[in-house]
């Protein structure tokens, strides 16, 4: 039988380097002869992805709780085939998940219980590395770009829900240090959590 394959979720405010860190992630992986692939959330090329990609373009206006929706819906819609691609042995890397949702959607003033419901029953994560970067130092790799949460105050707020959202499973990487040392810090992590899960791998589990 197939051993399946591990979901790696990594989550962090705007700037911290998860896109980049993800790409080289994946691409360790690969290397060492992990059958990886990366995922991304939002998924921007789905119907659901297109309403979102407009809204954080500033181009269409949501209500709050419409927008916080369709941002589970958009990883909703991928649960199948992740979950047949984790069962086929493949190991994912996502950038971003549903702590990405309840944190933006709560930091923007609604209720974080409220913002938890519509993600109960997702895949749930083997490992979460949270890239922490305070935003000051977030700030100067250039500013914020223009989307819409790329703000100073909201990633403020942002990065307090994370922090309430935090589990005893999460890993926390520092991510104010250079590139070359954030990746180490994080194949070592990934390194150290595949060994102990190898022997005791459950089944897909929902949160
Ligand atoms: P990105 O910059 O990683 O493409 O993410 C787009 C923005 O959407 C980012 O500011 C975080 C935000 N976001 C939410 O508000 N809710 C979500 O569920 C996700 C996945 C992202
Ligand atoms: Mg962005």
Known sequence: MTQRGLLIVVEGCDRSGKSTQCDILVNSLQQKGIDTELVKFPDRTTQTGKMIDSYLQQKSELDDHAIHLLFSANRWEAMKTLSEKLNNGKTLVVDRYAFSGV??????????????????????????????????????????????????????????????????????????????NVEKEIWNTIDATRNLLQDNIQELQFN
């Open 103 to 180: 944190a933006f959607s709560s930091a923007k003033g609604l209720d974080l219980e409220w913002c938890r419901n519509p993600d109960i029953g997702l895949l749930t994560p083997d490992i979460v590395l949270f890239l922490d970067l305070s935003i000051d130092d977030a700030e100067k790799r250039g500013g914020f770009g223009d989307e819409r949460y790329e703000k100073r105050e909201l990633q403020i707020k942002v990065r307090d829900q994370f922090m309430k959202l935090k589990d005893d499973s999460w890993k926390f990487i520092d991510a104010s240090q250079s590139k070359e």
